[in-house]
């Protein structure tokens, strides 16, 4: 080991060496690659500042030492642990060997036997490649917060922060650690956007976590419930409405157009308090009864007057509205509140038809001087008036060409 330079090997090698490939080179100068990391460790602590997120070892390899020549005789000699070994002159001792302290040992663990051992991660001793007590390193578990640690790995956190020491995962420390999915997102932390990983739908802000652990934009077709869908590749704004039976937050999320009350899509009623199915508004119109005046519709139909007016809204009706509703026997005419029905109209009784005459087809026809009703001009049942044959005597008249006798008198009666 004598006049081995280790500062120059140390600024010779590449700055992204890895730890491993560290101790390789620098076991090759030391009696095992503890010893080397042992000397490592001594000067980082002594040069904090230097060690970055790289997480190398190379600047802080032993300086140069030239060892005394009793530490190369074949003989333990004063201070000496053991042979050519240990104290304060020589080069720390080889497991196996006899020692006093851990400082005595390569491995920088002397055990209750006063024995060099090889590092464990129980030995209550900082050695090996441990950045803590038992702790940190290749081979041991990870620190936990608070300790100190050199690289993420270290950390049972995932984190090692700026001054290596092992620390709580946080949402804004640019590491993927604690419960998240993707560098500061995901689990515990806000959302993942589209392209960062993800372990399930809630690490993304898309709602969609793909077959590949990847946040993707949802489609209606993805199989999954996400983006806005009430249930899956269904529902919301985007997506077609759902089947009875998939969940909903509003009747529009379901084709039926009812979500219940438990928001769950199902079937409509004409009592479910909601305008479903055909209804035309809440619970009317459709097939379900006829809605009263003032509510929507969509035809006549859907109103117990029979009259949709412009607005489609179910309406009084009246004897102008041109719709055959209320007590009408034909569009706007006939019954007891509006005018008699000209010719051709239906009717149910003389009293619909202007013409006095409703056929037995219950039509309204023209007046005649055989109909038996007084109708048209007469001025009796089918006599006077000018169109039909003059009156007998003891009929109504209006003038005295209206009777046979040619005499209306006073009482318009023909005498």
């Given at each position: 080991?004598?006049?081995?330079?280790f500062?120059?090997?140390?600024?010779?090698?590449?700055?992204?060496?890895?730890?491993?490939?560290?101790?390789k080179v620098?076991?090759?100068?030391?009696?095992?690659?503890t010893?080397?990391?042992?000397?490592?460790?001594?000067?980082a602590?002594?040069?904090?500042?230097?060690?970055?997120?790289?997480?190398?070892?190379?600047p802080?390899?032993?300086?140069?030492?030239?060892?005394?020549?009793?530490?190369?005789?074949?003989?333990?000699d004063?201070d000496?642990?053991?042979?050519?070994?240990?104290?304060?002159?020589?080069?720390?001792?080889?497991d196996?060997?006899?020692?006093l302290?851990?400082?005595?040992?390569?491995?920088?663990?002397?055990?209750?036997?006063q024995?060099?051992?090889?590092p464990?991660?129980?030995?209550?001793?900082?050695?090996?490649?441990?950045t803590?007590l038992?702790?940190?390193?290749?081979?041991?578990?990870?620190?936990?917060?608070g300790?100190k640690?050199?690289?993420?790995?270290?950390?049972?956190?995932?984190y090692?922060?700026?001054?290596?020491i092992?620390?709580?995962?946080?949402?804004?420390?640019?590491?993927?650690?604690?419960?998240?999915?993707?560098?500061?997102?995901?689990g515990?932390?806000a959302?993942?956007?589209?392209?960062?990983?993800c372990?399930?739908?809630?690490?993304?802000s898309?709602?969609f976590?793909?077959?590949?652990?990847?946040?993707?934009?949802?489609?209606?077709?993805?199989?999954?419930?996400?983006g806005?869908?009430?249930?899956?590749?269904?529902?919301?704004?985007?997506?077609?409405?759902?089947?009875p039976?998939?969940?909903?937050?509003?009747?529009?999320?379901?084709s039926?157009?009812?979500?219940?009350?438990?928001?769950?899509?199902?079937?409509?009623?004409?009592?479910?308090g909601?305008?479903?199915?055909?209804?035309s508004?809440a619970?009317?119109?459709?097939?379900?009864?006829?809605?009263t005046?003032?509510?929507?519709?969509?035809?006549?139909?859907?109103c117990?007057s029979?009259?949709?007016?412009s607005?489609h809204?179910?309406a009084?009706p009246?004897c102008?509205?041109?719709?055959?509703?209320?007590t009408?026997?034909?569009?706007?005419?006939?019954?007891?509140?509006c005018?008699?029905?000209?010719?051709?109209?239906?009717?149910?009784?003389?009293?619909?038809?202007?013409?006095?005459v409703?056929?037995?087809?219950?039509?309204c026809?023209?007046?005649?001087c055989?109909?038996?009703v007084?109708?048209?001009?007469?001025?009796?049942?089918?006599?006077g008036?000018?169109t039909?044959?003059?009156?007998?005597?003891?009929?109504?008249?209006?003038?005295?060409?209206?009777?046979?006798?040619?005499?209306?008198?006073?009482?318009?009666?023909c005498?």
């Open positions: 080991m004598n006049g081995i330079d500062d120059l090997m140390s600024r010779s090698l590449a700055q992204s060496v890895s730890r491993r490939d560290f101790l620098l076991g090759a100068g030391v009696a095992s690659w010893a080397g990391l042992f000397q490592a460790q001594q000067l602590a002594a040069e904090p500042a230097n060690l970055t997120q790289t997480q190398t070892y190379l802080y390899v032993a300086k140069a030492r030239v060892y005394p020549a009793h530490c190369s005789n074949l003989t333990q004063p000496e642990t053991d042979i050519d070994c240990g104290g304060l002159d020589c080069q720390p001792c080889a196996g060997k006899k020692c302290s851990n400082s005595d040992c390569s491995s920088s663990y002397c055990n209750t036997d024995i060099c051992a090889a464990t991660c129980s030995d209550g001793v900082q050695n090996g490649d441990e803590d038992d702790c940190g390193g290749l081979d041991c578990q990870p620190c936990a917060a300790q640690c050199l690289s993420n790995s270290d950390c049972t956190t995932y090692c922060n700026a001054s290596h092992c620390a709580a995962p946080a949402c804004d420390d640019a590491v993927r650690n604690g419960s998240e999915s993707d560098v500061d997102c995901g515990s932390c959302p993942c956007a589209t392209g960062k990983r372990i399930s739908h809630w690490d993304c898309s709602f976590c793909n077959a590949s652990h990847v946040c993707a934009i949802p489609s209606c077709t993805d199989g999954a419930q996400n806005r869908e009430s249930d899956v590749d269904c529902g919301g704004l985007d997506c077609p409405p759902c089947a039976g998939k969940r909903c937050i509003s009747h529009s999320d379901c039926t157009r009812y979500c219940n009350a438990s928001h769950i899509c199902a079937a409509p009623t004409c009592a479910d909601v305008q479903d199915g055909d209804e508004d619970d009317c119109g459709g097939s379900c009864p006829p809605c005046t003032g509510k929507r519709c969509i035809s006549h139909w859907d117990a029979h009259y949709c007016n607005s809204i179910c009084n009246t102008s509205d041109g719709v055959q509703n209320g009408e026997i034909d569009v706007d005419c006939g019954g007891p509140t005018p008699p029905c000209a010719v051709g109209k239906r009717c149910l009784s003389a009293w619909d038809c202007a013409s006095h409703c056929s037995s087809s219950h039509v026809v023209a007046p005649t055989s109909d038996g007084q109708n048209g001009n007469e001025s009796d049942v089918d006599c008036g000018g039909c044959p003059p009156c007998a005597n003891g009929k109504h008249c209006g003038v005295n060409t209206d009777c046979v006798s040619g005499f209306c008198n006073a009482s318009h009666i005498a």
